[in-house]
C-alpha cells in the first residue's frame, strides 16, 4: 500500500510539472505586435470612381467611445467576428478597465480588426505616448508602398497635431509621417487580426479629397479583410468553398450568396 501512495504520489507531481511547464511556456509565447508582412503591386492607373465606389461592400462597423465603453461586451457574443468587421476605438485608456482590454485583445487575436486612436492602442503597446504641437502638418505624405492602404495615395488631409511616441522601434509598419519624420498613422498585426492606429481613430480625416477619402475607404476595406481596390494580390478565392459559386469583386471574404465567413488568409504574392 504503501509503495502504492508513493507512485501515486510522485504521478501527481509529474503532472503538476508539466502543468506548470505547459502554463510558463505559453505566457513565454505571448501574442505581441509585428509588422505587416503583406506583399503586393499596385495598379496605378486605376481610380476609385463614384460609381465604383458605391459598388463596394458596405463594412461591418461597431464604434466605441468613451459613452458607449460597455459595447466592448458584444465582442463576447456569438458570430461577433462575422457581425463585427472593424471595431473602431476612441476613449480615453484611463476609462477601460482590466475586463475590456482582455476582450479587446482576445477579439483581435482571433481575428478581429481594429482602427484605434493613440490612447487605446496602448492596450497592446503600453509604452506608447504622444506629443501636440502648435505648428503642425495639415497635409501629409503617405509612406509609398507601406500597406495596401495606400493604393492610389500620394497625399492625405488629417487635421489633428498629435504624433505618435514610442521608447524603443515600434513593432509596426509605419503609414505616414509629418514632415518633421514623426509617426503620424501605423498598422501592425496581432495574432490573427490587424490594427490601425491614427491619432483619434476614424476622426479628422478631410474625406471631401480623393486622395484622403480613397484612404478613408481603403482603411475600412483592408482591415476588414477584404480585396482593396487597385491591390494586385495573387491566387485571390474565385468561389465560395462550401457553396461552390462565384465571389463579386471586393466581396471575397464572405459568400455573397449565404454569407458564409471564409476561413484563413489570403494567398500572399
Known amino acids: ?22 502554463q510558463e511556456k505559453k505566457e513565454k509565447q505571448q501574442i505581441t505586435p509585428k509588422p505587416l508582412k ?23 462597423i461597431l464604434e466605441i467611445g468613451s459613452k458607449n465603453l460597455n459595447t466592448i461586451y ?21 476609462n477601460l478597465n482590466s475586463d475590456h482590454n482582455k476582450i479587446i485583445k482576445k477579439f483581435i487575436s482571433n481575428g478581429g480588426n481594429l482602427w484605434s486612436d493613440y490612447d487605446c492602442a496602448k492596450i497592446f503597446l503600453p509604452n506608447l505616448t504622444s506629443e501636440r504641437g502648435v505648428d503642425y502638418d495639415y497635409v501629409h505624405n503617405v ?15 488629417l487635421d489633428y ?11 509596426a509598419t509605419e503609414i505616414c509621417r509629418d514632415s518633421k519624420g514623426n509617426v503620424k498613422l501605423f498598422a501592425f498585426t496581432y495574432g490573427k487580426g490587424k490594427v490601425f492606429v491614427s491619432p483619434s481613430a ?11 477619402s480613397r484612404f478613408y475607404t481603403n482603411t475600412l476595406l ?48
Open 1 to 22: 500500500m504503501r509503495l502504492v501512495f508513493i507512485f501515486s504520489l510522485l504521478f501527481l507531481m509529474t503532472i503538476l510539472s508539466v502543468t506548470l511547464f505547459t
Open 38 to 60: 503583406e506583399k503586393f503591386t499596385f495598379d496605378k492607373d486605376f481610380i476609385l470612381t463614384p460609381k465604383k465606389k458605391e459598388a463596394l461592400p458596405r463594412v461591418k
Open 74 to 94: 458584444d465582442l463576447t457574443k456569438d458570430g461577433a467576428k462575422k457581425d463585427i468587421e472593424v471595431v473602431i476605438l476612441n476613449a480615453s485608456f484611463s
Open 143 to 157: 509612406i509609398e508602398n507601406s500597406s495596401p492602404i495606400v493604393s492610389g495615395v500620394k497625399k492625405i488631409r
Open 161 to 171: 497635431a498629435r504624433w505618435a511616441k514610442y521608447n524603443k522601434k515600434l513593432p
Open 202 to 212: 476614424n476622426r479628422g480625416f478631410d474625406k471631401s479629397r480623393y486622395d484622403t
Open 222 to 269: 483592408w482591415l476588414s479583410g477584404r480585396e482593396v481596390p487597385g491591390v494586385k494580390y495573387k491566387n485571390l478565392p474565385k468561389k465560395c468553398s462550401k457553396c461552390n459559386r462565384e465571389y463579386k469583386k471586393y466581396e471575397w471574404k464572405y459568400c455573397p450568396y449565404d454569407g458564409t465567413y471564409l476561413e484563413g488568409e489570403k494567398k500572399k504574392k
